[in-house]
């Protein structure tokens, strides 16, 4: 998911081994840096207490990002601490660091606290099902929050529905990344758009809905005003559930985008889809992925008009 105000370290730069964040340090501490990523192999827990230190008096860091760098659970505690008491920083990316239950646990504590943070990028760690159960609060109580990266997590449906759970109560968060997750086609990510009123972008790609799970999700996606952008692509949607989201959309009055390369589109599904897009006035114009554009106006791109 391109979430706004979610950033992504670029790999192809230097990685380098571990060594002391002495210069990061002083720079926190001298309140010169905005941006910040950090590109290391590991970071003793020592470096990383000392860093924190500084993070959590610094007034001018708005976005800091560990770059595919391991960090023990006794430095994520570190980082969490820092998050409770610092008051400028937006966006944080901890993705790929090697994240556990128990990181989950000290960055969920740290949420509940933190009244700034907007971007949180958590994606391809370890928390699995169980971890997520500590979200449920921090995403009950925080106010901050805006776009929430979980992608390739291991969620599965437990793990789901505890994350679920708190949206339900949540009116801030506007997008959302559970891609690649092992979520099977159960209807609890119904519920997001059933009880959740303010996510604008979800993005549900590369898990197992399938039939059944697209039906569920195209009768909420029916009642649901304020989803934008819906991604399901590589779900193992076949006929059934396509014809149902084609039905969701005929009736959906604010979706903007729908990704559903991956998915057994054909003739007959494209002809629906179109056809429901075209009799619904509300949605004006809308993408849909695989190269298909329809437009209110009765206008279609070549790739549509090539699959009817």
Same mark, same amino acid.
């Given at each position: 998911?391109?979430?706004?105000?979610?950033?992504?370290?670029?790999?192809?730069?230097?990685?380098?081994?571990?060594?002391?964040?002495?210069?990061?340090?002083?720079?926190?501490?001298?309140?010169?840096?905005?941006?910040?990523?950090?590109?290391?192999?590991?970071?003793?827990?020592?470096?990383?207490?000392?860093?924190?230190?500084?993070?959590?008096?610094?007034?001018?860091?708005?976005?800091?990002?560990?770059? *595919?760098?391991?960090?023990?659970?006794?430095?994520?505690?570190?980082?969490?601490?820092?998050?409770?008491?610092?008051?400028?920083?937006?966006?944080?990316?901890?993705?790929?660091? *090697?994240?556990?239950?128990?990181?989950?646990?000290?960055?969920?504590?740290?949420?509940?606290? &933190?009244?700034?943070?907007?971007?949180?990028?958590?994606?391809?760690?370890?928390?699995?099902?169980?971890?997520?159960?500590?979200?449920?609060?921090?995403?009950?109580?925080?106010?901050?929050?805006?776009?929430? &990266?979980?992608?390739?997590?291991?969620?599965?449906?437990?793990?789901?529905?505890?994350?679920?759970?708190?949206?339900?109560?949540?009116?801030?968060?506007?997008?959302?990344?559970?891609?690649? &997750? @092992?979520?099977?086609?159960?209807?609890?990510?119904?519920?997001?758009?059933?009880?959740?009123?303010?996510?604008?972008?979800? *993005?549900?790609?590369? &898990?197992?809905?399938?039939?059944?799970? /697209?039906?569920?999700?195209?009768?909420?996606?029916?009642?649901?005003?304020?989803?934008?952008?819906?991604?399901?692509?590589?779900?193992?949607?076949?006929?059934?559930?396509?014809?149902?989201?084609?039905?969701?959309?005929? @009736?959906?009055?604010?979706?903007?985008?729908?990704?559903?390369?991956?998915? /057994?589109?054909?003739?007959?599904?494209?002809?629906?889809?179109?056809?429901?897009?075209?009799?619904?006035?509300?949605?004006?114009?809308?993408?849909?992925?695989?190269?298909?554009?329809?437009?209110?106006?009765?206008?279609?791109?070549?790739?549509?008009?090539?699959?009817?």
């Amino acid at each position: 998911m391109d979430a706004k105000g979610i950033k992504h370290c670029n790999f192809t730069e230097y990685s380098s081994p571990i060594f002391p964040l002495d210069d990061e340090v002083k720079s926190l501490e001298k309140n010169k840096v905005t941006d910040l990523a950090i590109f290391l192999d590991k970071i003793a827990d020592a470096d990383l207490e000392k860093f924190s230190e500084a993070l959590a008096k610094n007034t001018s860091l708005k976005s800091l990002s560990f770059c *595919n760098t391991l960090i023990s659970d006794e430095g994520i505690g570190y980082i969490a601490s820092a998050l409770k008491i610092n008051t400028t920083l937006v966006f944080l990316n901890l993705a790929n660091i *090697n994240l556990g239950i128990a990181g989950a646990q000290a960055i969920s504590e740290a949420l509940e606290i &933190n009244t700034t943070l907007e971007s949180l990028d958590i994606s391809t760690n370890k928390i699995g099902e169980h971890g997520f159960g500590y979200f449920t609060i921090a995403l009950t109580s925080n106010k901050s929050l805006k776009a929430l &990266n979980l992608a390739g997590n291991s969620i599965a449906l437990d793990g789901a529905s505890e994350i679920i759970s708190g949206l339900s109560k949540n009116t801030t968060l506007e997008e959302l990344d559970i891609s690649n &997750n @092992r979520i099977s086609e159960k209807n609890y990510m119904t519920l997001i758009l059933d009880e959740n009123t303010s996510i604008k972008t979800l *993005n549900l790609s590369d &898990n197992y809905l399938g039939d059944i799970g /697209a039906t569920t999700i195209a009768q909420s996606l029916a009642k649901n005003t304020t989803i934008e952008t819906l991604n399901l692509s590589n779900n193992g949607i076949d006929s059934i559930g396509l014809l149902a989201i084609a039905d969701g959309l005929s @009736r959906n009055t604010s979706l903007k985008k729908i990704y559903l390369e991956g998915n /057994a589109i054909g003739k007959i599904e494209a002809e629906k889809i179109k056809e429901a897009l075209e009799n619904n006035l509300s949605l004006g114009s809308i993408q849909i992925f695989p190269e298909i554009f329809v437009a209110n106006d009765a206008k279609s791109s070549s790739s549509v008009d090539d699959l009817v």
